[in-house]
């Protein structure tokens, strides 16, 4: 290299790294301008269709969709704001005194302080109506704490805030909600009034309080929008694999075998099965060629006949099993793929599991006792009852060929032998700690019911 182009080479990387320093410098104000940015749009969304109120379904009327449409831009907006404060914080604790000489010798120039504080006190007050909204939340509209009028109580879980609806009240046992009530250590006492007193008294309260109707369809509001996502997540969590699998196999995973694999020399059997059964079918056409020609009444078949008929079928088997085999080949690689996928979809979605976590315990607690034990022996008689073990077997074969791999029997019946028993031991404790607590009913009909 000439000296002139080494000297030109280096003036490149010189010119690249003080870019690259000045950006560095310049890291706490782009944070800060961009965060700005971000609360800038949600106080121009508040303004422009909220009146200058939090963006929520209760401060104005819009349909579900406007509504999706408006949460879906404050979450970015808001994970915008988060994220830059958060990268505000980490540069200018990494800055010194040394870097700020630096950057006035480089011509850079700072935010004032008192600007730099009244950007970050804007920030706050736009954000700090959104303090309850976070990544497994998303709004009032779908997951909200019940409100203080309570004519049946619900007892929140505590990974979740269930949604308060009136006209759908959950079932929940008055014996297990008494004894959850009691503090713990303490004597349970007498009231004046019987209890359903009280909750009669309170219902009547509720009834001609004359918001009791707003309240009513607000919850079937809240309830509807709730199950629209809950069934639009579950097709979802069905649709996206299925149709990344199929994606990634035509389109990625199949293209880049046909690329770097010869077809001439791909391997034709994957294992010994496939082999076996190939053998098998050859000896089939074998066979129904000597019947075919019993039952014409020809003369009999040459032995070059019947070699050139089995060369023929021989070739044509080689093929089938030839794709069968690369398709299993694409069949692994698709379903990381969709493994990828489902993932993903659930990380990003968390909003989303919570509210289809509240929509199925509604779905339990609504339902009947006999109900509840009859889905639990259905269940049960399916995954570790008397005839599962075949269904056990028929799935892992599936899978095994599935993938292109050998049925290896001592695998699927070991397997057989001990999952459904550590499932039906599950299965059991959870009807013992958890069933037993929440709906003792539903036990005592389970029971009789197996009996």
């Given at each position: ?55 929520d379904i209760d401060s104005a009327m819009y349909s579900n969709s406007v509504m999706d449409y408006f949460e879906s831009d404050l979450k970015k907006l ?299 022996i259905l269940f049960t008689d399916i995954f570790v009852g008397f005839h599962s073990p075949h269904g056990w077997e028929v799935l892992l074969e599936g ?53």
């Open positions: 290299m000439s000296p002139m182009k080494n000297s030109a080479f280096s003036q490149k990387i010189y010119s690249f790294l003080l870019d690259t320093y000045r950006w560095y410098l310049q890291t706490p104000e782009r944070s800060l301008n961009q965060a700005y940015d971000a609360a800038l749009k949600i106080k121009e969304i508040e303004d422009k269709h909220f009146n200058g109120n939090k963006i808001l994970k915008t704001v988060r994220m830059r404060l958060t990268e505000l914080k980490a540069s200018r604790w990494f800055l010194n005194e040394e870097n700020q000489k630096a950057a006035a010798k480089a011509g850079i120039e700072f935010l004032s302080p008192s600007l730099v504080l009244e950007k970050l006190n804007f920030i706050d007050q736009v954000i700090s109506k959104y303090k309850i909204l976070s990544d497994q939340t998303s709004s009032k509209a779908l997951v909200v704490q019940p409100p203080n009028i309570a004519v049946n109580p619900v007892i929140p879980d505590e990974k979740s805030l269930l949604v308060n609806n009136p006209t759908l009240p959950p079932k929940i046992p008055t014996q297990d909600w008494e004894t959850k009530a009691r503090p713990k250590g303490k004597v349970d006492t007498t009231g004046v009034l019987p209890r359903s007193i009280l909750s009669t008294i309170t219902r009547l309260q509720v009834e001609l309080d004359p918001n009791s109707e707003q309240e009513v369809i607000q919850s079937f509001r809240q309830a509807q929008r709730r199950t629209i996502i809950s069934i639009r997540f579950i097709l979802l969590l069905i649709i996206v694999p299925l149709l990344t699998h199929q994606i990634a196999k035509a389109f990625v995973v199949g293209p880049l075998m046909e690329q770097f694999r010869d077809t001439e020399q791909m391997q034709v059997f994957l294992n010994s099965e496939m082999e076996e059964e190939a053998l098998e079918e050859l000896q089939r056409f074998e066979e129904k060629l000597h019947f075919e020609n019993f039952i014409k009444n020809a003369p009999p078949l040459l032995p070059e006949q019947i070699e050139v008929e089995m060369k023929k079928r021989a070739v044509e088997l080689a093929e089938e099993f030839r794709h069968e085999s690369s398709n299993a080949i694409k069949n692994v690689f698709a379903d990381i793929f969709s493994v990828g996928a489902f993932i993903w979809l659930l990380l990003v979605s968390k909003s989303s599991i919570a509210v289809i976590k509240d929509f199925f315990d509604r779905i339990v607690y609504g339902l009947s006792d006999s109900a509840k034990a009859f889905i639990i899978v095994s060929r599935h993938w292109g791999l050998p049925a290896n029997r001592d695998f699927i019946f070991l397997f057989i032998a001990t999952f459904p028993v550590i499932l039906d031991t599950i299965f059991k404790y959870w009807i013992f700690r958890y069933l037993n607590r929440i709906s003792p009913s539903a036990v005592a009909t389970y029971r009789n019911m197996n009996e």
